[in-house]
């Protein structure tokens, strides 16, 4: 089993910036794919952006492209997701997941959930 509690979420106006975390315990977290997904109000989760155990290899939508940041330290067994320049749009909650030896934009292959982070941006 692996536990993930992400923080980090909160309101901040457009333009602003947010930096989210997820701890992890349970397993050896570098065997772990990491992602972030997130979901608005009556709107299916969709992929945010995710990246490979060892730290190489990040992947994005296009929608966050030059404006978000997925990070990991091992060490730490913690994810981030540096978010700037922030719309109204990115309004929604927001979950990290992780996929055991495995990392990509589909839901389907992800292990283990997080309860999600509220992120609110004003307009």
Not at 59 to 69: A, Q
Not at 79 to 85: F, P
Not at 110 to 115: A, C, E, K, L, S
């Given at each position: 089993?692996?536990?993930?509690?992400?923080?980090?979420?909160?309101?901040?106006?457009?333009?602003?910036s947010l930096r989210?975390?997820?701890a992890a315990s349970g397993r050896t977290f570098s065997n772990y794919g990491m992602?972030?997904?997130?979901q608005a109000?009556?709107?299916?989760?969709?992929?945010?952006a995710a990246i490979g155990g060892s730290g190489r290899g990040t992947?994005?939508?296009?929608?966050?492209?030059?404006?978000?940041?997925i990070s990991r330290d091992n060490a730490e067994n913690t994810?981030?997701?540096?978010?700037?320049?922030l719309k109204p749009e990115d309004t929604a909650v927001y979950y990290?997941?992780?996929?055991?030896?495995?990392v990509g934009v589909q839901k389907y292959i992800?292990?283990?959930?997080?309860?999600g982070t509220q992120v609110t941006v004003s307009s």
């Open positions: 089993q692996v536990q993930l509690v992400e923080s980090g979420g909160g309101l901040v106006q457009t333009g602003g989210l975390s997820c992602g972030w997904f997130r109000p009556e709107k299916e989760r969709e992929f945010v992947y994005y939508t296009d929608s966050v492209k030059g404006r978000f940041t994810v981030y997701l540096q978010m700037n320049s990290c997941a992780a996929a055991y030896g495995a992800y292990d283990y959930w997080g309860q």
